[in-house]
């Protein structure tokens, strides 16, 4: 049997923040993103396990209206 530390409301560690801290947003402001945010979000998903391929499209800003 495997030893598994069970972690209570009182204990953190950043992927439980993260997960404890997220939120669905519907509604948007209409600011520009950052191009590194983008570019960080990007890497970050490519890394991502999933349970199939995924590919991303980017489109210019034209390609949004």
């Keep these: ?8 409301s009182g204990s953190s560690t950043p ?4 997960i404890r801290s ?4 519907r509604a948007f402001l209409p600011d520009a993103v950052p191009q590194a945010v ?3 979000t990007l890497e970050a998903a ?3 396990p999933s349970g199939a391929p995924v590919s991303f499209a980017l489109c210019p800003r034209a390609c949004s209206h």
């Design 22 to 25: 997220r939120r669905s947003i």
């Design 15 to 18: 992927a439980l923040d993260a």
């Design 46 to 48: 490519a890394r991502a």
């Design 38 to 40: 983008i570019e960080q």
């Design 1 to 8: 049997m495997i030893d598994t530390p069970i972690h209570t």
